[in-house]
């Protein structure tokens, strides 16, 4: 398997993906595993994540030039993914001793007491995406291993290097080589670790394959997460700081090159400052420098997947053909010198689009846009809700009443005011619809990875 820098089409190396025989060795070496990994005291699982923490900090840099060779992320931003893996980190450090603690929840002295303690689900599969594989892996192994399960890890096969370093940091941190396994290879590879007696599967990408997992798991009764994408909208009420919510807008909608599951996906605008807000959001956007990731003033970076050229290609042919008028961008552009053959698309803003264009319905992930004028706050909630998705949903206003009554009535697992593409390690993360099933962290998002077991003990 070739992995390919995006930005310039070279190829960094070349791996040996893991064929079915050898995933089925790998899952049973986690079997083995885990049963020991479940006896190790809790204080020394999370000794080892706080190492595993120390690796992260030792290496920054070397990693986050790694994640920008593979996925043609701006360097910048690889490090803000890894400054926020380390966030996320301490929180799990900070959170899980409480979180997994037995619970005796009834007692009558000298006769009964019921109790609840925390067991590990067993060995599960982590299949993770590309875009921010620090983030969404982290999010299911770190409190996952913290919580005695062993972890069968298929980093994407656009992240497969970054895969292998969290592997690497894992084992040097103490983790044990059969306790978190990362499984190397492309959806082939994912189908036949499904093909694996797992105790779960937790999984992070596109809604498509989300549904073949959920398919492949709903006969075995075991947990299964679902992270999925979306197509997330935002409200622009008509008493903003317009030119402060543009550029608001503009990063939410353009940061990691669009490529995020909860970038800005659609923007709704009071009718009365549409105008003024177009203005101001275009010359945000033209602020925006692309090209070579590595460049430290480089804000928009390569597009990760080649085939997603193309659907943003259609995005914008079916926009115009339905009336939509293009302000920004609007195709693939080619870099120049080292980066002449990366996979390169302009930033792209269309204005006056609705709800019959495919831009305002499918998941573009990739740096277009779409801002659509509304009559009132009633059709924005309903253009935000006319969606198959329901990952995140944000208004800016400078009324906060008015916010809440808006965000109280949007279908979405998180809503944002005056705020976007923002995640926390302490709110869970979930999604509606086609944006997913369960969730990960928060304090929920340590105990899910556990059954709870019921102690009923009565004296003799
Ligand atoms: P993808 O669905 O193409 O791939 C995700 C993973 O599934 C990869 O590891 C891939 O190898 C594996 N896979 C593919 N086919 C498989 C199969 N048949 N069986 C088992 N595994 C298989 O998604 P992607 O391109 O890596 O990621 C982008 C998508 O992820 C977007 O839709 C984005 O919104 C979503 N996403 C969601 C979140 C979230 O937290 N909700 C976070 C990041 C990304």
């Not at 299911?140 to 994407?156: E, H, I, T, W």
């Not at 605008?269 to 420098?289: G, L, M, Q, R």
């Not at 689009?353 to 004028?373: K, N, T």
């Not at 995140?392 to 279908?411: F, H, Q, W």
Request: contains cysteine; charged residues 20%.
């Amino acid at each position: 398997m070739k992995i390919v820098n995006p930005a310039t089409g070279a190829t960094l190396i070349d791996v040996v993906p893991d064929n079915l025989a050898a995933v089925r060795r790998k899952y049973e070496a986690a079997r083995a595993g885990q049963t020991r990994w479940a006896r190790v005291p809790l204080a020394k699982r999370l000794a080892a994540i706080g190492r595993f923490r120390e690796r992260v900090v030792a290496l920054h840099e070397s990693l986050a030039r790694t994640l920008t060779q593979e996925v043609g992320k701006p360097i910048r931003q690889s490090r803000n993914e890894l400054n926020g893996l380390l966030t996320r980190l301490d929180f799990f450090l900070a959170e899980s001793a409480r979180m997994l603690r037995d619970e005796r929840v009834y007692e009558e002295p000298g006769k009964l007491e019921e109790r609840i303690s925390h067991e590990p689900l067993g060995v599960i599969a982590n299949i993770s995406a590309w875009n921010y594989p620090y983030f969404v892996g982290s999010n299911v192994f770190v409190p996952a291993l913290v919580a005695g399960n062993a972890v069968l890890y298929k980093p994407s096969e656009y992240a497969t290097l970054t895969g292998i370093h969290i592997g690497e940091m894992l084992h040097e941190a103490g983790v044990p080589q059969d306790v978190f396994v990362p499984v190397i290879g492309d959806g082939a590879t994912g189908a036949a670790l499904l093909r694996q007696p797992v105790d779960g599967v937790f999984f992070t990408g596109s809604y498509a394959t989300g549904a073949k997992i959920a398919a492949a798991a709903g006969r075995r009764m075991i947990k299964v997460q679902l992270e999925l994408g979306g197509k997330d909208p935002v409200y622009v009420c008509d008493d903003v700081d317009v030119k402060a919510a543009a550029a608001g807008l503009a990063d939410g909608a353009f940061y990691n090159t669009g490529q995020s599951c909860c970038s800005v996906e659609r923007i709704y605008v009071h009718e009365s400052i549409y105008p003024a807000f177009i203005d101001a959001f275009v010359a945000e956007v033209k602020t925006y420098k692309m090209g070579d990731p590595m460049d430290e003033s480089t804000y928009i970076g390569a597009i990760t997947r080649r085939p997603q050229l193309d659907v943003l290609k259609q995005q914008v042919a079916d926009a115009k053909k339905k009336g939509a008028k293009l302000l920004l961008g609007g195709s693939v552009v080619k870099g120049g010198g080292p980066i002449a053959k990366g996979n390169w698309f302009a930033p792209t803003v269309f204005a006056d689009v609705d709800h019959s264009m495919q831009l305002m319905r499918d998941e573009s992930f990739g740096p277009i846009i779409g801002i659509q004028a509304v009559a009132d706050d009633d059709a924005a909630v309903e253009l935000m809700n006319d969606t198959e998705y329901g990952l995140t949903a944000g208004v800016y206003s400078a009324d906060e009443k008015r916010a809440r009554r808006i965000l109280a009535r949007v279908n979405s697992g998180s809503v944002y005011w005056n705020c976007c593409d923002r995640v926390s390690p302490r709110l869970p993360w979930s999604g509606v619809g086609h944006s997913g099933i369960g969730l990960t962290l928060s304090t929920y998002g340590i105990q899910t990875f556990t059954r709870p077991k019921a102690w009923h003990l009565r004296t003799a």
